[in-house]
């Protein structure tokens, strides 16, 4: 883990949080919800050690990465432009894009609207949906997170009673069990 490396990228007026390790052609990973690079990290070491330069940003609003002045005026789109910005201030022409959960969304939006700076896509846990298919996601569970929180306020509700600390203890106690600090404490 000493190895990966770390720096904010300026991107549209935003530092993204970037984690790099190795050298060779480009894999952009992209993480889900509610996570950062970090979830990446032995892929990242694995990656570099075969040969790739693994790059894990942060999305704006995530980790170490700014938030953006005015978040409720923020578009899924804007995403997607960011990762072009990265690429662009990395000096990367065409990248393969690996997007996990959230992640997966933003990797199949990035190969529609930048052909160009895609050579493949690999998701992991998303289906690829139309762009405007909502009736696929409106036969998924309600409580599923991502149809859960569209409702307005819901999130705010449901995360904003408690402090930032506790939200994501709580976050990375019950969804990354494996190799997760607070594991004997859910094994109680």
Known sequence: MDKIQHKQVNVGGLNLHVAEIGSGPAVLLLHGFPEIWYSWRYQMIALAEA???????????????????????AGFYDLVEDMVGLLDALGIDKVLVVGKDFGAAIAYYLGLCHPDRVKGIVTLGIPYLKPGAREKWDSAPKDLYSRHWQEPGRGLADLGRFDAKTVVRNIYTFSLVVNCPWQKMVRR
Do not use: N
């Open 51 to 73: 040969g790739f330069h693994a790059i894990a940003p942060d999305f704006r609003g995530y980790g170490l990465s700014d938030q953006p002045s005015e978040p409720e005026k």
